[in-house]
């Protein structure tokens, strides 16, 4: 071989290995800097080798390495010890229309190859009653300011959460557990209470309109109501100071009637401290 020639092929092969780089199809001499094989062209595609799943099977190629199945018609990689179908990993079947739970809580909408998932809306319907418990709700987590708003538990013709008793005119209050709030009566309200010494008053108070003054004599005297009750049946707390005793002898709308007696059971001649609180029966 002439001289010449030979140099020039020691040059063209020194100049290759250096470079290290391919670049097929369209511009030629452009490939960029990062670039061991670099594919251009607009009116041709590159086609990865194919084979069948027999033949597929057979290679057992480095990790990384692909194919494409004609027998399932879809892409494969190996992982280093199995080939994956890359259409089954990839196997979503979302269309442009929304994909929503039966309740609403999720909603999958996909946007050309953009795949969106967010939480739709949760209510009611997504929580199993009885399902949440005070130990399952943060402190402060439930209040007023942010999260319970005006009116939003609805009562009476609108029953929504909050459902009162059948019974008119009840309150809520704890059970004797203190575990649960139940419907209960209220407390009975007082009509009058004081306290008196023998038949003169020291603390003596109506309630709701009531006025109350005392009368009668020291060992017998009596409560009496303006206007009197709508009829004699209202309960009566007595108590006494010391060993003196108290007992209810006459009880109708306009007033009751006490007798005081000492610790010996004789009437009482001078003042003894009593009190008395009247209720609506």
């Known amino acids: 071989m002439h001289l010449s020639k030979l140099l020039f092929l020691v040059l063209f092969i020194c100049s290759f290995s250096l470079v290290a780089q391919i670049k097929i199809g369209d511009n030629p001499q452009n490939i960029d800097a990062a670039s061991i094989l670099e594919l251009e062209s607009t009116n041709r595609a590159f086609v990865i080798n194919r084979v069948t799943t027999a033949q597929m099977n057979a290679i057992v190629p480095i990790e990384g390495a692909m194919v494409y199945n004609t027998d399932i018609q879809c892409l494969h990689y190996y992982d280093g010890e199995n080939w994956l179908n890359l259409c089954e990993a990839l196997g979503l079947t979302i269309t442009n229309n929304p994909l929503v739970h039966a309740d609403t809580t999720i909603a999958i909408t996909r946007v050309d190859n953009n795949i969106n998932i967010e939480v739709d809306s949760i209510t009611g319907l997504q929580i199993i009653d009885r399902s949440i418990r005070g130990d399952?709700?943060?402190?402060?987590?439930?209040?007023?300011?942010?999260?319970?708003?005006?009116?939003?538990?609805?009562?009476?013709?609108?029953?929504?959460?909050?459902?009162?008793?059948?019974?008119?005119?009840?309150?809520?209050?704890?059970?004797?557990?203190?575990?649960?709030?139940?419907?209960?009566?209220?407390?009975?309200?007082?009509?009058?209470?004081?306290?008196?010494?023998?038949?003169?008053?020291?603390?003596?108070?109506?309630?709701?309109?009531?006025?109350?003054?005392?009368?009668?004599?020291?060992?017998?005297?009596?409560?009496?109501?303006?206007?009197?009750?709508?009829?004699?049946?209202?309960?009566?707390?007595?108590?006494?100071?010391?060993?003196?005793?108290?007992?209810?002898?006459?009880?109708?709308?306009?007033?009751?009637?006490?007798?005081?007696?000492?610790?010996?059971?004789?009437?009482?001649?001078?003042?003894?401290?009593?009190?008395?609180?009247?209720?609506?029966?």
């Open 136 to 281: 399952d709700i943060a402190g402060s987590a439930v209040n007023g300011s942010f999260h319970i708003q005006n009116r939003s538990i609805p009562v009476g013709a609108n029953i929504g959460k909050l459902i009162p008793s059948a019974i008119p005119n009840q309150i809520l209050k704890t059970n004797a557990a203190g575990t649960d709030a139940i419907w209960a009566a209220p407390p009975i309200s007082p009509i009058a209470f004081g306290k008196i010494d023998g038949n003169s008053e020291l603390k003596i108070f109506g309630i709701t309109g009531t006025t109350v003054s005392v009368g009668g004599s020291v060992a017998f005297p009596s409560i009496n109501f303006v206007p009197p009750r709508p009829d004699g049946d209202y309960i009566i707390q007595l108590t006494v100071s010391g060993d003196n005793r108290i007992i209810l002898i006459n009880q109708n709308p306009n007033a009751f009637t006490v007798e005081l007696r000492d610790a010996a059971g004789n009437s009482v001649t001078s003042a003894v401290e009593w009190h008395f609180t009247v209720f609506d029966n």
